[in-house]
C-alpha cells in the first residue's frame, strides 16, 4: 500500500518525547509500525527516550541532525541514517538553522 | 549507532527475489532489521515474493517506480513511501530511463 505523506494531515507536537520547541510530523500508525516524515526546525529536538519493545530507524533527507545515543552523539547529514535498537535511548537535536527533515520507521515488536 | 551507507559496499544482487536485471545495495543486517539503499536501473526488478514473517517500508529518493502490490500497482515519486505489511506480497520495478533510488526497512517479527 502507498503511503503518501502529502495526503497525510501534518500535526506539531510541542515538546515531543519531552523536547523543546515542537516535532511537525505526517505520520502513519498501525499496530505494528510508526512510519513519519517528520521536521525539527531550528532549536527544536525530540527527548531522550528509551525504545524498550520498539526500535527506530530514521533517515535523513535534508538539514544537519545531532542524535544523543546512549552516551554517544553522532552528527547526521542527508543521506545518512541512525538506528536505534530495542533498549537502547536516543534524542534527535537540530542546533542548525535549516529545517531538519527526516524520515523514521518504528517498528513495534513488544516486550 | 549511525548507519553511514557510503562506508558500506554495494553489492549486486542479480535476479533478486527472481526479478530481472540486478539490484544494487548497500545493507546492513542484524537479527531484527534489515536496512538498505537500493538501486533498481531500467528495465530491473524486485520479483513478486511474499512478507511472511516480516513487513517491508520503502521510501522513494529519486527516480518512479512502478509497484506490484498484491494485486494492483502503484505508481511511487521520490518522497512517497510503500509499505508491505505482514503477510502480503510486492514487486518493485523500474521501467523508466532514470535510476530508482530508495531507502528500506524490513523489520523481522517473526512467525
Do not use: A, C, P, V
Given at each position: 500500500m502507498k503511503i503518501n505523506?502529502?495526503?497525510i494531515e501534518e500535526k506539531s507536537l510541542p515538546n515531543f518525547k519531552g523536547g523543546e520547541k515542537s516535532m511537525e510530523a505526517r505520520m502513519y500508525v498501525d499496530e505494528k509500525?510508526?512510519?513519519?516524515?517528520g521536521t525539527l526546525q531550528k532549536g527544536a529536538t525530540i527527548g531522550l527516550h528509551t525504545h524498550d519493545t520498539s526500535s527506530e530507524i530514521i533517515y535523513i533527507?535534508?538539514?544537519?541532525?545531532?542524535?544523543?545515543?546512549d552516551d554517544t552523539e553522532e552528527t547526521l547529514l542527508p543521506g545518512e541514517c541512525h538506528y536505534c535498537p530495542k533498549g537502547h535511548s536516543h534524542s534527535l537535536q537540530n542546533h542548525q538553522n535549516e529545517p531538519l527533515v527526516f524520515f523514521a520507521v518504528v517498528p513495534e515488536f513488544g516486550a
Open positions: 505523506f502529502e495526503e509500525h510508526k512510519i513519519m516524515r533527507l535534508s538539514g544537519k541532525g545531532t542524535m544523543i545515543y
